[in-house]
């Protein structure tokens, strides 16, 4: 089974609508992470959680949120929605020294 | 801030060598990452320097120059199935210690 888990895969939807995704790890690690990635672009860091109390912006977190549910679960959401968030999001995690990273399988989506 | 620049796409051809560079500007400096991205998947750890010098894994070795904010990763033995992105990620010495990864070198090998 993998380690970081994302739900849904690939998702579509509407300008306007409120969307949830999820991540879910069993490495035990205490930090976890958003990132967006859009071609050309790389990864741009969204939100971050040091632990479960913690949560902090990345560079580009307008029109996001998150929650931490537990330590192993970490949620990003899209209020309502837009078409330039169309993009291919990651979750990650790390220990606690924010050195190797290991990432989810990604969730791709299109706002239309 | 960070500024961090690598080559958006390099070609080279199976069995080969092939060098991807990633030079960068920071405040501080605290290790730089080389993550490897097959198109549509997670990008995964390749390796990680902090020190100046070559780090060798296997076919893979990852050169840092603090002094020079300049780093490489080295591909030998090119198989097809190296053919992905390449990131390259610097981590600051202060703050969140959270790494700032570059737009990727999207590597093709072709026979």
């Known amino acids: 089974d993998a380690d970081v888990t994302q739900t849904p895969r690939n998702r579509i939807t509407k300008t306007g609508k409120r969307i949830m995704l999820e991540c879910s790890q069993t490495k035990g690690h205490d930090r976890m992470y958003w990132y967006r990635q859009d071609p050309g672009l790389g990864l741009r860091l969204i939100y971050y959680?040091?632990?479960?109390?913690?949560?902090n912006k990345g560079e580009i977190s307008d029109g996001y949120s998150v929650s931490r549910q537990a330590q192993a679960k970490f949620s990003l959401s899209l209020e309502s929605a837009i078409p330039n968030q169309t993009a291919l999001y990651f979750c990650?995690?790390?220990?606690?020294?924010?050195?190797?990273?290991?990432f989810g399988p990604g969730t791709r989506l299109t706002v239309t | 801030g960070q500024n961090i620049d690598q080559p958006t796409e390099m070609t080279a051809t199976e069995g080969a060598i092939v060098q991807i560079n990633c030079t960068y500007q920071t405040s501080g400096f605290n290790g730089l990452f080389w993550y490897q991205q097959h198109a549509g998947e997670a990008p995964t750890f390749l390796s990680y320097?902090?020190?100046?010098g070559l780090e060798e894994k296997g076919r893979f070795s990852s050169f840092l120059s603090r002094s020079k904010g300049y780093s490489y990763l080295l591909l030998k033995e090119l198989q097809m199935k190296d053919s992905a992105s390449y990131l390259c990620a610097v981590r600051r010495g202060r703050g969140s210690y959270i790494p700032t990864f570059g737009r990727g070198t999207s590597l093709i090998v072709h026979p």
């Open positions: 990650a995690t790390s220990g606690e020294d924010s050195y190797e990273q290991y």
């Open positions: 959680s040091f632990d479960v109390k913690d949560i």
């Open positions: 320097n902090v020190l100046d």
